[in-house]
């Protein structure tokens, strides 16, 4: 009876033994702390049986009248005045003096269901950036393929009316449309490079990434950049666009903010996972202060749709470090991003 006693104070979920007109005869701890009631109190209606259609004669608790149901989901009213999500169940255990007595088990779910929306919230932000990979994907090759071929057409053009027209004013004019087409040119192929790298769905990452590098190395001649890397197999598509993307962001960051002299990335390779990190001798920041701009928690939301775990590491004039870890075996849900 020792231990019994102490596993009815100690155990979490709330137990109540109540009588068949529901007056509370015992309760635990964890029934108290939950609800609110007293003994002696009734225990009231869960907001299901409140509402539900009773016939003449039936009782109004459902898991009374049902015996079949053992289990049940719903809110019930707390001594506070607000509701709360419990899982119940109840069970005869005693039949005594024309009373009956009926064990009473809520579960409270509130914390489950919090974890459900979350995991739900970060499924759909999983699904809507999967959504907006794909219409890059699309935008990218229809300004490569489309917008692309039509501004070269036009420039073959422009070329041949060169050729048929021997007018030296008119040459000019036309020299000085095919300078401006050729800045939209370039202007077209930065956007789909933006977009989605073509490189990265027909070489891979690894190619990629030394591309990027290569890019932002033109763009800053003052800052040495490195990369060293070990990967030279083609990972899932989604493993490609989320590290690349992340990448990309803390690359972007390292322009807009550090100033660097030197910056150094690296892609590693083991048995189980890949660990990127990309580091920059520049100004750094204080980590656990609030920042305004969205590209770290874009980093952390893309290593979190991977099943990694993202590490930042900075201080005033020490530079940063972002380092990152995702395992090699991902879900199925993952590859619902396709090359």
């Not at 049940?72 to 899982?87: A, K, N, Q, R």
């Not at 036009?154 to 048929?164: T, V, Y």
Request: net charge negative; charged share 30%; with cysteine.
């Amino acid at each position: 009876m020792q231990f019994l006693d102490k596993i009815f104070a100690y155990i979490q979920d709330g137990i109540i033994v109540m009588n068949h007109e529901r007056t509370i005869v015992e309760m635990n701890p964890a029934a108290k702390r939950l609800t609110g009631w007293q003994l002696g109190e009734k225990v009231p209606y869960c907001s299901f049986c409140q509402q539900r259609d009773v016939k003449e004669g039936e009782e109004r608790c459902y898991l009374i009248s049902t015996e079949k149901v053992p289990y049940f989901l719903s809110e019930m009213p707390t001594y506070h005045g607000h509701l709360i999500d419990v899982e119940m169940s109840t069970a005869l255990i005693l039949e005594q003096d024309d009373a009956k007595y009926y064990l009473l088990v809520l579960r409270d779910q509130t914390a489950k269901k919090k974890e459900e929306e979350a995991r739900r919230s970060k499924w759909m932000v999983k699904k809507l950036t999967e959504a907006k990979e794909e219409e890059h994907k699309r935008l990218a090759q229809e300004l490569h393929d489309g917008v692309g071929q039509s501004l070269y057409s036009i420039s073959i053009a422009l070329d041949n009316i060169i050729q048929r027209v021997q007018d030296e004013k008119l040459h000019a004019y036309v020299k000085e449309v095919r300078e401006e087409l050729g800045r939209v040119m370039e202007d077209v192929k930065l956007y789909a490079q933006q977009l989605r790298p073509k490189s990265l769905d027909a070489l891979g990452l690894i190619p990629t990434i030394q591309s990027l590098i290569h890019s932002l190395q033109s763009k800053m001649p003052n800052t040495s950049f490195s990369f060293q890397t070990n990967v030279y197999t083609r990972l899932s598509p989604t493993m490609e666009i989320n590290l690349y993307r992340i990448i990309q962001e803390a690359l972007h960051n390292v322009m807009k903010y550090a100033k660097a002299t030197e910056v150094r990335v690296s892609i590693k390779q083991t048995e189980r996972e890949l660990l990127v990190s990309v580091e920059d001798d520049g100004v750094g920041f204080h980590v656990e202060e609030k920042r305004e701009g969205l590209g770290l928690k874009h980093i952390q939301e893309r290593v979190f749709h991977l099943g990694g775990e993202t590490t930042i590491t900075s201080a005033p004039m020490k530079g940063t470090t972002i380092f990152v870890r995702v395992p090699l075996e991902e879900g199925g849900e993952d590859e619902s991003v396709n090359r």
